[in-house]
């Protein structure tokens, strides 16, 4: 047993035989390096390639753990400086490379700041940060939007650092003071800084949201009192958050509607739609009265549909849908106006546009002969259809509406089959007309309209169709 033993552990020592590492050429010529060379090789190196320098002294330069505003533009200016020198007119791959190198380059930064969110020097820092960066884009000229991204998400992750503050107290007073700037400031503030309180509220959680929401009511009560008004953007936004809080009510009077923002207005209309139904009907139709452009109209057309339907008024619901028949041109629509709409001139004015638009569009837009024959299958109107039958109608339409055409005059539907000189459609829609025109007429009769000699295409193909089945059937 014993040897056994023995020999077994001999021919495991030879069954684990260690394999070498394979050593690249490079790291031969490496060991075989004086420190020296390789210290003025990549001096040599670095000269030529910024970018590649700026990667050395961020692997293994000082780890600085506090930083100036200077030292914060000399990181951002070297980093940018080592990537396209003082190019101007920038490629989306240089663009690229920037913020990667700017992710690594401010990483000691973003970590000293988000350590120190609860003082104000380091939001101020952050700040000087952003706009430093903002001033480099306002510099150059590139189609990236990358480094908003970066931006954006670097002002995400400071704030998420900032809302997660376990001291309530501590954190109301640096929200306090910095909402304040915006709210009771007198002096212009950088959009950069607008970003940052916005989203310090956003990204809060209720309790701190409801905070943030009463400095800006309690504001808003003051320039109320004094008659001060933002601009309408800055109003948009304090409406949101207004709305969020259930203090609309309370303030509506500074929200006022305002002509040509009609972003800031459906969000207004919002808000009155949920305290009084009618007052939104009359502010909508208030701003439709002023606006010298239809297309304006169509959120707020939107507003009263809502409104109409939610109300089952059936009159001034066709009446909207006339008005906006555009946004979706359907039968249904259609059918419903013209049996709802009590306005008869108006309803006459818009067959008329519809059928003349569509019909212009035929050959263009050959799906339009959709609607354009259902129109006038809607009214049974089958003389018209075999009136209009032309090249661009599809095989599809006429084999929809081929019995009633044939009932209403047999020879007139042949005729307009017979003058077609195209045929749009799939074999198999040309199949089915065929079968229809054979199960109708009278062999001799189609024979005789038909040409003795073929092409593979067109007019050509579909008579071919019909003289092969008349073949087979005899």
Known sequence: MALFTAENTQENKKSKKTVKKKISETEV????????????????????????????MLEFGEKKKNFTNAEITE????????????????TAQDVKKIIDLLTKALEPVEQYLFQNT??????????????EITNYQMKTF?????????????????????????????????????WNIFLKGEESIPFQFYYFIK?????????????????????????????????????????EIIAENDFFEELQKYFPIERYENNYNLKVIGE?????????????????????????????????EKIYKERSSIADLAYIKRMKFWENPSIENYIFIVEN????????????????????????????????????????????????????????????????MFSTNKRSFLTAVKTKTKWHGSEEDENILADFLISKY?????????????????????????????KNKR
């Not at 003082?119 to 706009?131: P, V, Y």
């Open 75 to 90: 990181i951002i200016n070297n980093t940018t400086h080592s990537v396209v020198g003082k190019k101007r007119n920038l």
């Open 341 to 404: 709409d009590v306005d008869d001139e108006g309803v006459k004015k818009l067959r008329t546009r519809i059928l003349s638009t569509l019909r212009g569009s035929f050959y263009s837009d050959p799906e339009n002969t959709e609607l354009y024959f259902a129109i006038l299958d809607y009214e049974k109107n089958y003389k018209k259809m075999l009136e209009v039958i032309n090249d661009s109608i599809p095989t599809s339409v006429i084999n929809r509406y081929a019995e009633k």
């Open 199 to 239: 989203e310090l509220y956003h990204s809060g959680d209720k309790i701190k949201k409801r905070y943030i929401s009463e400095l800006i009511r309690k504001q808003i009560l003051f320039w109320m009192k004094n008659d001060f008004e933002l601009r309408t953007s800055f109003k948009e936004d304090l409406l």
């Open 142 to 178: 590139f189609s990236s939007t990358r480094f908003d991204t970066f931006l954006q998400k670097f002002r995400e992750r400071f704030v998420a650092h900032l809302n997660s503050i376990k001291d309530f107290e501590q954190w109301k007073e640096i929200a306090t003071y910095n």
């Open 29 to 56: 010529v490496m060991d075989n390096l004086s420190s020296e060379d390789l210290k003025n090789w990549l001096l040599t190196f670095f000269k030529k390639n910024k970018e590649a320098e700026a990667l050395f």
């Open 272 to 304: 009155i739609l949920k305290l009084d139904e009618n007052e939104a009907e009359k502010v909508c139709k208030a701003i439709i009265k002023t606006n010298t452009n239809d297309k304006y109209n169509l959120p707020y057309y939107n507003v009263l």
């Open 442 to 470: 009278e062999i001799p009769q189609l024979e005789e309209m038909l040409p003795k000699t073929f092409f593979s295409f067109g007019a050509d193909r579909f008579s071919k169709t019909i003289m092969d089945k008349i």
């Open 118 to 131: 609860d003082k104000q020097e380091s939001i101020m820092k952050f700040l000087f940060l952003n706009e």
